[in-house]
């Protein structure tokens, strides 16, 4: 709440701040040894999507990489959480974060910035 000199009541709102990450994979190795590693990658996205903070994942077309869409956490806990991937742990993927803001989306989108 913000309040004026005289003590009314100016505005009164919730902010939320809702900020979303797209998070681009680029492989490192070739595909059969991504591949085998694919399960526990599943797994580790499966986790995070469990949790709330995974929206969108797959790969890149060609198949060069993978995309990842999150929401609902810090950079810093994105940075954290992206050190389990098995991808990472293997040395298999680069990672580069993009942080956004999001200001227009469908309607069937409201869910995710609310």
Known sequence: MIRA???DF???FQ???EQMFLISLTYKKDLQEL????PAHSAFLDKYYQAGKLIVS???VPRTGGIILAH???RTELEQILTEDPF???GLADYEITEFTPTKHAPEFKVFTD
């Open 5 to 7: 000199a005289n003590g």
């Open 10 to 12: 100016l505005l009164f």
């Open 15 to 17: 902010i939320i701040s």
């Open 35 to 38: 591949d085998a590693h694919l």
């Open 58 to 60: 797959g790969r890149k």
């Open 72 to 74: 609902q956490l810090t």
């Open 88 to 90: 990472y742990t293997n």
